[in-house]
């Protein structure tokens, strides 16, 4: 386990991925400055599986649990990738930041992870996605890997896809605002 005291990095030694630790510290700890995000967090690698399930085990403090996969470059196998991880973490990140923002949760409280409907967690993962464009994380090129997500679940109509756009470009935005968007496209696809 590898620790500034702000990020801490599970397992001690990783011995089935080639991961470098102090690469994640620093990738997490430009996320958490650009975010404004100010609290510990613990990073869990589970390093047994080359599969990329991520998830928010708790917001205080903030622990995050990942599958190597998540954190893996997918052109080199058992290699991290920084901006692969910056994508995925800061994703969580920034969702731990909504959860804990009065004005965010002043449209209505959103469940915990394990509830959210997938149309849920797509929307609010295209608004947090969007927000890493805007903060030179991930590149605007992969807003169409994420329209493509987002429609698979909200369908593929021109009304689903001015719901991404508002979530995309969003700011400011509640959790009433993100269910709501979501949804709209979903009942278009359904009209």
């Known amino acids: 386990m590898i620790s500034t005291g702000r990020v801490t990095v599970k397992p001690e030694e990783f011995k089935l991925v080639e991961f470098d630790r102090a690469e994640i510290v620093a990738v997490i700890e430009r996320l958490l400055d650009a975010i404004g995000l100010d609290r510990p ?8 599986t080359p599969l990329g399930a991520t998830s928010v085990e708790s917001v205080d403090p903030i622990v995050i649990h990942a599958q190597s996969g998540a954190l893996e470059d997918p052109r080199r196998l058992r290699q991290l990738s920084p901006s692969g991880a910056a994508q995925n973490l800061g994703r969580l990140l920034i969702r731990v ?13 959103p469940p915990a992870d394990s509830k959210l409907t997938l149309l849920q967690h797509e929307a609010w993962d295209t608004y947090a996605l969007g927000r890493l464009v805007r903060l030179g994380f991930t590149h605007h090129a992969d807003r169409q890997s994420a329209l493509y997500r987002f429609r698979t679940r909200h369908g593929f109509t021109d ?9 995309w470009r969003g700011s400011g935005l509640t959790w009433g605002d993100i269910d709501r968007l979501s949804a709209e496209a979903a009942a278009v696809t359904a009209a």
């Open 97 to 109: 930041a909504d959860r804990l923002d009065p004005a965010f949760t002043a449209g209505g409280e």
């Open 159 to 167: 009304g689903a896809d001015e719901r991404f756009d508002a979530l």
């Open 41 to 48: 967090v613990v990073l869990d690698v589970d390093q047994t």
